[in-house]
């Protein structure tokens, strides 16, 4: 019995020794190893977006729609659609029956009160000589003077009424007010044509422009001078021509409405009436930014893992856009100067440990 008694002892002492053993590799073995990542920083910075394009229309930067001053009908014409014209030139004239007549009696009456103002002026001279000798009267001298001086008025009247008249004459002449190109004939000969009635577009090829309409909010981002790209729409192969900002518009209270900007083209860069698109690049000033490989999409949304001591916590971020190998995120935690994962985020879930390479 007393040898029995021995040999169990140990054996128990054996087992529970082993028993141990095994429980304290179970435990060691059950703490997760950090896990291996790279790091950046969130930045906060003015970005630039993608250009927004815009739709316009090349167009002559110097371009007028000719009219006549006067009514009358189209007497004639010596241009033809896209004919070029000197500065000055007659391009066009109207009939009106009343014009010379009036010419004529405005010379006509001009002429008649400037000799009745000449005889007054005679008139006055001797009777200021007889006043000296005492044959005229003070009085009398008074109103042969008053008679000139309303005459010289009345002279005056008339060679305004002369200079208008046949200033109204001229306007029946229609005149290129710079050298270009015929763009549009409006009115054909024979017609009826009433003052201001557009007859004819005249447009110069010396420069051009384009028109593109923004909204509101757009208006600040843009500056006079700017440079901006312009695309040739019918040809989207073609690398873009850069244009410049001449005219920005203000915005106004109207709500939804877009207001015009004018860009100036290089010379002979691209064909009056061409459809053009212009690239209006918008800036954000203090836009959180993190690497493209950052962000992560799972159910929830996006996300980014941040790292804080030698733990990741998961944030979650919103994408607003990409702007080259980063994205600018919206986040209400997220802070500049934070580090975010970018490489080895695969096996990381909110908490895990990490070890930063």
Same mark, same amino acid.
């Given at each position: 019995?007393? /040898?029995l008694r021995i040999f169990v002892?140990?054996?128990?002492? /054996?087992?529970? @020794?082993?028993? =141990?053993?095994?429980?304290?590799?179970? $435990?060691?073995?059950s703490q997760a190893p950090a896990v291996s990542v790279r790091v950046a920083e969130v930045t906060a910075a003015d970005t630039q977006g993608v250009p927004l394009r815009f739709s316009g229309i090349v167009r002559a930067s110097q371009r007028a729609t000719l009219t006549f001053q006067v009514s009358g009908t189209l007497k004639a014409r010596g241009v033809e659609l896209g004919q070029g014209v000197a500065a000055g030139e007659v391009l066009a004239r109207v009939y009106n029956p009343a014009l010379e007549p009036a010419r004529d009696s405005a010379r006509a009456r001009l002429d008649e009160l400037t000799a009745q103002y000449? +005889? !007054?002026? %005679?008139?006055?001279e001797r009777a200021s000589r007889l006043h000296q000798r005492g044959v005229v009267s003070e009085q009398n001298l008074e +109103?042969? !003077? !008053?008679?000139?001086?309303?005459?010289? #008025?009345?002279? #005056? /009247? !008339?060679? @305004?009424?002369l200079a208008e008249a046949s200033r109204r004459l001229e306007e029946s002449a229609l005149r290129a007010p710079f050298a270009g190109r015929v763009e549009a004939l409006l009115v054909e000969k024979g017609e009826f044509v009433a003052a201001g009635q557009p007859v004819m577009r005249l447009s110069s090829p010396a420069g051009q422009e384009v028109e593109i309409r923004v909204p509101a909010y757009l208006l600040e981002q843009i500056r006079l001078g700017q440079s901006v790209p312009v695309w040739p729409v019918q040809d989207r192969s073609l690398p873009p021509v850069t244009g410049a900002v001449v005219e920005i518009a203000q915005a106004s209270a109207i709500r939804g409405e877009l207001h015009p900007v004018l860009v100036r083209l290089p010379e002979a860069a691209? *064909?009056? =009436? +061409?459809? &053009?698109?212009?690239g209006i690049r918008p800036r954000y000033r203090g836009a959180l930014t993190v690497p493209l490989l950052a962000v992560v999409r799972d159910v929830d949304g996006t996300r980014v893992?941040? &790292?804080?001591? %030698?733990?990741?916590? %998961?944030?979650?971020? @919103? &994408?607003?856009?990409?702007? =080259?190998?980063?994205?600018? &995120?919206? *986040?209400? /935690?997220?802070?500049?100067? $934070?580090?975010?994962?970018?490489? =080895?985020?695969?096996?990381l879930v909110d908490g895990d440990a990490v070890e930063v390479r």
């Open positions: 019995m007393t /040898t002892v140990p054996l128990l002492a /054996t087992s529970l @020794a082993l028993a =141990g053993c095994k429980t304290g590799e179970v $435990d060691a073995g000449e +005889q !007054a002026g %005679r008139e006055w +109103q042969i !003077a !008053a008679r000139r001086d309303a005459l010289k #008025a009345s002279v #005056a /009247t !008339a060679e @305004a009424a691209l *064909s009056s =009436g +061409q459809p &053009v698109e212009v893992f941040r &790292v804080r001591g %030698r733990r990741a916590e %998961r944030v979650p971020v @919103a &994408v607003e856009r990409v702007v =080259g190998e980063r994205v600018v &995120v919206r *986040s209400e /935690t997220l802070r500049a100067g $934070d580090r975010v994962v970018y490489a =080895g985020m695969t096996r």
